[in-house]
C-alpha cells in the first residue's frame, strides 16, 4: 500500500516525466555524478525479515541489516582521500552526466562500443534519462530520485544485477531492459514506455548499463576500501571496471536460455488435457522439497515467506492467486523463463532438474490460480476451500 506522501511523489514524477526537467534537457557542463554516501550491503541477513519493507524507510532498513547479522559498509567512513581519489578516477573512466563515456583501456572501450555505450550515443541516452527516468532512478542510477517513496523502491543499478533477464544470470541483454522498458513492471512503479520511439528505449537501455557499469565500479572500489585491500584506487578501479565491461558483453551475448522448450498443445482451459496438467503442476507447487514453489508462495503467495534481497530490501514472494502479477511478463514463455532459471538477485530458486513437460506442468497452473472456474475441481478446492 503506497504513502499519502508516496502518491504525492509519483504524482510530482510524473508531472515531471510529462514536463521534462526543465526548459533545456542539458545537464550543466561541470556537473560530477555525487559521491556515494548511501550504506553499501555487502551481505544480507540469513534470518527472515521482520516485515515487507516501508515506503521511504530505505535508509533505515539497510542500517538495520547489521545487527540482524547482515553486513553493510557506510562509504563516508572511509579515509577522505581514498574517496576523493575514487571520485577523479569514475569521472576519468565515465565522464560527468554531460559528457558521459567509457574510457577503461583499449580493449575494454571496444567491448564497450559493441555494448552500445559509444561516446557518440551516450550523451543523447544521458538527455533522454533525465527526460523520463531521473525522477525515480536518480542522477547516478541508484533508486533514490524524487518520487523513490514507492514499493518496491526502483531499481539501484550500481549493484550490477537485475532481476528479469534471459541470461541465466544477474546481468540482462540489452533486449531484457528494452523489453522491461516497453511493457513496464506490473505491481510497481515502473510504468511502461511503449509509446516511445523504439530507438529512444534503445538508447535508455544503454544508458541504464552505462549507469550500472559505472555503479558496479564504484560499489566494488568501495567495498575493497573498506576490506583495507586497495592502495592503487585508479588501478584497482580500472581493473574492476574491465571486468563489469566483458560480464556485460558476455550476457549480451550469451545463449538462448537452455530448457525453452516449444509449447504443448494442452488445449482450452478447463479442458481434460489442459486439467491434468494442471493437476501435475499443482503437485509439483506442493511438493514437500526445499525448492519448492509452496515453500516461499506460502498458502499460493497469500501468505509469502519474505526474505531479503541483494539490495538489502525486502523481496515479497508474488501472490499467485492475484491476475496479472508476473512482472517479467505474463506469457507462457516469460513464466517457463521465470521457473527454469529463477531469479537470482531475490532467491528465487532454477529449476534445471525438472524436465520441460514439468516447467509447462508449473506454468499452467500458477497462469490458473487466479482463476478459479479454469482449476480442475479437486485442486480449486485445495486453493480455495468453501468455494
Known sequence: MWSGAALLAVCGGCCALAAGCSSTQDYPPNLSFPSRTDRLVLKVPESQPPGPSLAGETAKELAALDTAGGKTLDPT??????????????????????????????????????????????????????????????LAGDGQGTASNVVPPPRDMRRGQFKFTTTGGVKPRRSDLTRTLHDGLKGTAMPAFSLLPEAERDLLARFATYLSVRGQTEFETLAALGAGDVQDVPAFASSRAKVIVTEWEKAENAPPLPGIAPEPDDGEPESPTQAEAVRRGFTLFTAKADNACITCHGDFG?????????????????????????????????????????????????????????????????????????????VRAAVYPGQ
Open 77 to 138: 567512513t572511509l579515509p577522505a582521500e581514498k574517496r576523493t581519489a575514487l571520485d577523479k578516477t569514475l569521472r576519468d573512466l565515465f565522464g560527468t552526466p554531460a559528457a558521459p563515456h567509457v574510457k577503461v583501456d583499449p580493449e575494454a572501450d571496444a567491448a564497450a562500443e559493441r555494448l552500445g555505450l559509444a561516446a557518440d550515443k551516450l550523451p543523447e541516452a544521458s538527455r533522454l534519462f533525465r527526460r523520463h527516468c531521473l525522477q525515480c532512478h536518480n
Open 302 to 378: 497469500r501468505k509469502p515467506a519474505l526474505r531479503y534481497d541483494v539490495w538489502g530490501t525486502v523481496a515479497k514472494p508474488a501472490d499467485l492467486t492475484t491476475p496479472n502479477v508476473f512482472k517479467g511478463g505474463k506469457n507462457p514463455a516469460d513464466v517457463f523463463a521465470r521457473v527454469r532459471v529463477g531469479i537470482p538477485a531475490v532467491g528465487m530458486p532454477a529449476h534445471p532438474e525438472m524436465t520441460d513437460r514439468q516447467v509447462w506442468d508449473l506454468v499452467r497452473f500458477v497462469r490458473s490460480l487466479p482463476y478459479p472456474r479454469e482449476l480442475p475441481p479437486d
